[in-house]
């Protein structure tokens, strides 16, 4: 779970994703991804750019812990699929990512709670 003392970047969640997001929470046996935290900071929005993270948006994505660009669709838990590059919101890359807007970077606790840099290149939706 993220510390609250790190410095993250704002981050804007659509009405929609915020209001399904929270239900998966409260259905969910525990948040380790820190999603919860990620959403009650957000700017909740009607709508977010295109250029934002949102569910099912497919990002493009420096992962500074393997020095590799990911791309990714943040999917709900039902459809993720590593094979197929489909990422769950409630991993922690998945929890990460959600609101971020093109350019914009953070520091993300992985699964062993070390933190990794995550700096998004890329939005698309469709």
């Given at each position: 779970?993220?510390?609250?003392?790190?410095?993250?970047?704002?981050?804007?969640v659509?009405?929609?994703d915020a209001d399904r997001?929270?239900?998966?929470?409260?259905?969910?046996?525990?948040?380790?991804?820190g999603l919860r935290e990620e959403l009650e900071r957000a700017q909740v929005r009607p709508l977010v750019p295109?250029?934002?993270v949102a569910m099912n948006s497919t990002v493009e994505f420096?992962?500074?812990?393997?020095g590799a660009t990911r791309t990714v669709q943040l999917v709900y838990p039902g459809?993720?699929?590593?094979?197929?590059n489909k990422v769950s919101v409630?991993?922690?890359?998945g929890a990460g990512l959600?609101?971020?807007?093109?350019?914009q970077s953070i520091q993300w606790p992985d699964r062993d709670g070390r933190l990794r840099a995550l700096r998004v290149l890329k939005v698309s939706r469709g």
């Open positions: 779970m993220p510390s609250k003392t790190l410095a993250r970047p704002p981050i804007q659509s009405e929609t997001l929270f239900l998966l929470i409260d259905r969910a046996p525990a948040d380790r991804s295109a250029s934002v420096l992962d500074d812990a393997h459809e993720a699929d590593i094979a197929a409630l991993s922690p890359v959600l609101g971020l807007k093109a350019g």
